[in-house]
């Protein structure tokens, strides 16, 4: 794709994500199953609104209906999927769309990720696109009917293993992705300049307080849930160091900071940045708390089986000691945040959970409320 970003003075390529791909390839093979003419090029709609048109490649007449690939492009963010052809084998159904993972598509085999135990690894905007892919491709042709759908990415079996996925309990292959189907070119330094350059925009503008979002969830949250005007806002994704330490240099007074437990727990350890590629600790840092919390044996062995922070705080609710946990861990990322910055900086956190059952701020620090005030509407 043409799309680019400015990146610490470098004009980066975006790429598009296997979510993408994977409904790219669903609509062109409908498009071949219902025309009987195989396309040479398809068109869709990310979540964020772009529109991709890419090449389909092997289109195929099968047995059991027709398949398509749409090859990976991860512009210029190092993706170890980058350049793999993700299929679409398409069928046709009396109605509704039944989804599959075929080969090199993980399995889910622990509770807590974004699919239950034994669905296919498909996350649910990857399924949401190619569900839509589907129905412009039927009524491009005036079908009526539905579709039966596998997903195959045949070099996801070899390229799983490299990932972290056989750890969180996805087996067999890898895991079909992507929440805005665009993947951003997001090299650390890269980012992280960007990160700096974002920081010094808005501190021209002469504002004493930042707020840092973690990614899209702290930002949805954060003007949704929170109703918090966003203005003032720098979204730091795993660069948590780069940014306060940003926001200090640049003299901000105060800092609001706003992540989902998943991320915000590595503050627990003193973990600055939390891609994991440096490494997890989320389980761990909540096995920390818990033990000190009050835990026996038997909850710290449970909790060590958990792939999630959200399935680990089911855990910790049945036994009945989450709100003690969490008061441990709120106490840890103080310290750490405290450690970090100057006493002429005041930061101020908030911990929240978007799970359907836990959609809630878990905790937050005792300023929290105070320095919030700021980006109230």
Request: proline content about 3%; some cysteine.
């Amino acid at each position: 794709m043409e799309a680019t970003r400015l990146i610490g003075k470098k004009l980066l390529r975006c790429g598009y994500t296997t979510g993408s791909c994977s409904a790219a390839a669903a609509k062109a093979a409908a498009q071949m199953l219902l025309s009987g003419r195989a396309p040479q090029t398809v068109s869709i709609t990310t979540p964020k609104g772009t529109t991709l048109t890419l090449d389909v490649l092997n289109p195929e007449l099968t047995g059991e209906g027709c398949r398509c690939a749409i090859q990976k492009d991860s512009g210029d963010d190092p993706d170890i999927t980058n350049g793999v052809l993700v299929y679409a084998l398409v069928a046709k159904l009396p109605e509704g769309v039944v989804l599959h993972g075929g080969i090199g598509v993980g399995q889910v085999t622990k509770p807590g990720l974004d699919q239950p135990v034994g669905e296919a690894a498909i996350n649910s905007v990857p399924r949401r696109m190619i569900a839509q892919a589907l129905r412009e491709a039927a009524e491009e042709c005036a079908y009526q009917g539905g579709f039966d759908v596998t997903i195959e990415i045949p070099d996801g079996v070899r390229l799983a293993e490299k990932t972290f996925n056989p750890h969180l309990g996805i087996v067999g292959g890898i895991s079909v992705l992507g929440t805005t189907g665009i993947v951003e070119p997001m090299s650390d330094e890269a980012l992280a300049d960007s990160i700096r350059v974002e920081i010094n925009v808005l501190a021209a503008r002469q504002t004493d307080a930042l707020m840092i979002t973690l990614g899209n969830y702290g930002y949805d949250y954060a003007s949704g849930s929170m109703g918090l005007d966003m203005s003032d806002n720098v979204t730091c994704s795993n660069f948590i160091g780069v940014c306060v330490d940003a926001a200090a240099e640049h003299g901000y007074k105060q800092v609001l900071l706003i992540g989902h437990i998943g991320k915000l727990v590595k503050l627990g350890i003193g973990l600055f940045n939390t891609h994991s590629r440096n490494g997890d600790g989320r389980i761990e840092t909540l096995c920390a708390c818990a033990l000190q919390a009050g835990a026996d044996l038997p909850l710290l062995n449970a909790l060590s089986a958990c792939v999630t922070t959200d399935s680990a705080l089911d855990v910790l609710e049945a036994a009945g000691i989450m709100e003690e946990t969490l008061a441990v861990l709120n106490k840890r990322i103080g310290f750490y945040l405290g450690r970090r910055l100057p006493e002429s900086v005041e930061i101020a956190y908030v911990c929240f959970s978007n799970a359907e059952d836990r959609n809630c701020i878990l905790f937050q620090s005792d300023n929290a409320e105070k320095i919030m005030n700021k980006w109230r509407k």
